[in-house]
């Protein structure tokens, strides 16, 4: 079942002040996400992330195009009921503590008395927040709004929920916890929607990942097909060997580096079987210290889709003539 | 519905009663109320009369300050500061909405109308205690302790109604200052409306006449809620022409409410 499906979504801003005129930040994004699916929305800063969150909760209209959120328009009752978003830099209301601003959200679900207090424990736990529960928002920091929000996120143990950039503004205990949360939420069977610009965060996280540049959607698909395709060799350690030994692989060995004591660290293409390396090392005296894939990061793939568009679409983007 | 209207009114209630200025806006009306008793010791044989005028006036103009500072940021500050991002992907529809900040601020007002009309009473009560015999002079054509000047309050509260209404539909476009602005314009033209109805009579063009008709009915009518005059001096405001006006007001708050509803429902929030 589909969690989400957007057809050839668009959105144009109106900008200018005096000569008003379409300004294309989000262009034909057609995208499909599966239930229970962890999916990480990517982009440099405009690339129109945000601005497709707010289309899936309705709080932009689009200029044209599709969604159907878990079989449903957005803004459909059965939606509100069964997701929970946590917007970009969450603000919340100065007179109201995160405890009662939990409760009045609540509220809003149809929980009550005693359900309703557990649920805003409950939460107020799971995403670290103690004592500044009775303090006024107003006094609360940045990572602890942030906190909150993905708390509010949450209240109706919803089947879907799109995040914002969850990490913004978290230390590095906070943003393990807010992983922690995520495959928590997955492993119940919540499909996540999250935009992040932590790519190591999304390469923990995510099956699978769209990159927007510009408004326009490059690539889309399973992290390890992205990223599979980028293998880029292997990188092989070994004790014990000479000169003379490293020489009896020849060309195969595109960069050797000698880390001292008769060790070495030997890059291979990929190409190669590395067993066959290993054993005919072995052969010469050597031991295995270590051996691993050399993978492309996410952050290479992200960058490379970055450049290859610079300038293209992202430049200036007018709506072209009808 | 019902249950997500109360609670969006009730928070804006909250807001309100956390709110050190409106504190302080109450407190200062209360003030004056109670400072109305000396202006009273200074005019012989008018007192009661300065008093009930004082004590209502006071009321209009800070029902007046809280109705119109309060109401144009209702729905401004919400979208102005993105908290509306959180309440409405919940299950609050944008209507459901709106009538939550109108019913929130409709109850804040209230409890400071029957504040300061309770304030009001107090400083008559004790001027009746403190000196019985102007009660019996002034009681010829109004008691001390009238109880026709809640009808005053009444019809002051129904009226702050209608301006609450006019700030919350400029307030889901505009910003408070521009907001504002018009609603005190319109506050001020609406208490000379009456004139506007009766325009063909004084200028020559039929096109004047009928803008002026135009106008008549599409800005509010404020003077019929007025009657701080007529309770002062004792004369009967029929409560049939208190239920008219009531009814007048109920239309033009459904009337505005629903604009505003038209206008935030296909609003984007950026
Ligand atoms: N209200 C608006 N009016 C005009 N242009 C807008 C508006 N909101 C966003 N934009 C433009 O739309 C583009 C996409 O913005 P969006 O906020 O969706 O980017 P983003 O991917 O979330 O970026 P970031 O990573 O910085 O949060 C940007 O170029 C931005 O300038
Ligand atoms: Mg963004």
Redesign the pocket.
Known sequence: MLALETDRLTKD???GFWRRRP?R??DGLSLQVEAGEVFGLL??????????LKLLMELIYPTSGRIAILGHPPGHPEVRRRAGFLP?APYFYDYLTAEELLSYFAGLFGLRDGARRARVAALLDLVGIGGERRLALRKCSKGMLQRVGLAQALLNEPDLVFL??PMSGLDPLGRRDVRAIVLGLRDRGCTVVF?S?ILSDAEALCSRVGI?VG?RLVAAGRLSDMLAFEVEGWELVMAGLDEAALGALGSRVRRATPLGGGRYAIELPPVDDPDCAVAGLRARGGRLVSLNPMRATLEDYFVRQVEARAGGPAAGRTVPER | MARVVGLVAYHVFKESVRDKVLYNLVLFAVLLIGGSYLVGQLTAGQDIKIIKDLGLAASSLFGLFIAVFIGVGLVWKEVDRRSVYNLLVKPVRRHEFILGKFLGLALTLLVNIAVMAAALYAVLALMSWLRPEIGRAGGVEAPVLDPRLLKAFGLLYAQLLVVTSVALFFSTFAGPLMSAAFTFGLYVVGHFNEDLAHFEDVVQSPAAGWLGKALYYLLPNLAPFDVKLAAVHGREVPNLYCALTAGYGLLYIAAMLALAVVIFQRR?F?
């Open positions: 801003y109106a900008v300004y930040a989000l982009g440099p800063n405009g690339a129109g992330k945000t601005t497709t970009e914002d950039e935009s610009h927007l408004g | 984007d950026k």
